[in-house]
Nanobody, 123 residues
Framework: QVQLVESGGGLVQAGGSLRLSCVAS?????MGWFRQAPGKEREFVAA????????HYADFVKGRCTISRDNAKNTVYLQMSSLKPEDTAVYYC???????????????????WGQGTQVTVSS
């Protein structure tokens, strides 16, 4: 089992920045961020490979977000900038427990989930 704890969410004005953090109870392989707005399905935001050599982003955050990880701290980050009101959602950290896994945009491919952190962007 892997426990994931997110932090860093909050209220920010449009155009502002936030850095989300996710601490894992032990080292994980693929780690990703998803988000879910009220009334909408959970959607992929970004993911990063175990050694940080590969990262994928959803089109709606390309150029505005950077995912990174510090394996010494079992932590993955999501730096978000130029935030828009439509970025308002609960952001979830996810981890894949399969050593052989490749990055996936599908929530069902991830084995462990955090409780989420609320990001609210005001206009």
């Amino acid at each position: 089992q892997v426990q994931l704890v997110e932090s860093g969410g909050g209220l920010v004005q449009a155009g502002g920045s936030l850095r989300l953090s996710c601490v894992a109870s032990r080292r994980s392989y693929i780690m990703g961020w998803f988000r879910q707005a009220p009334g909408k399905e959970r959607e992929f935001v970004a993911a990063i490979s175990r050694n940080s050599d590969t990262s994928h982003y959803a089109d709606f955050v390309k150029g505005r977000c950077t995912i990174s990880r510090d394996n010494a701290k079992n932590t993955v980050y999501l730096q978000m900038s130029s935030l828009k009101p439509e970025d308002t959602a609960v952001y979830y950290c996810a981890a894949d427990g399969n050593q052989a896994a490749t990055i996936s945009r599908w929530p069902n491919e991830y084995d462990y989930w955090g409780q989420g952190t609320q990001v609210t962007v005001s206009s």
